[in-house]
């Protein structure tokens, strides 16, 4: 079986149980939830979390500013 990795990159911490017993209905009901979680979160910090990511990954706001420009694509 293949180790599982989080995208976190934590190993430890509060084990997360998910019930083998649950329907296919209570799953997606769960990954319907996060989703919403997530629109949630990035409405109310997306500035900040790209301002972050920019940083982690040595981009400047040009860089990220021409990479998302669409007029400047040639097609």
Known sequence: MK????????SGGL?????KEWTPEQAW??????????D???C?????????????????EDQQTGITNRDDLTF
């Open 15 to 19: 084990e997360l149980l998910i019930s």
């Open 40 to 42: 949630r979160i990035w």
């Open 29 to 38: 009901a769960i990954i319907e939830l996060l989703d919403d979680l997530r």
């Open 44 to 60: 109310h910090y997306q500035l900040p979390i790209q301002k972050l990511l920019r940083e982690e990954y040595g981009m400047t």
């Open 3 to 10: 180790t599982y990795y989080p995208p976190s990159g934590l």
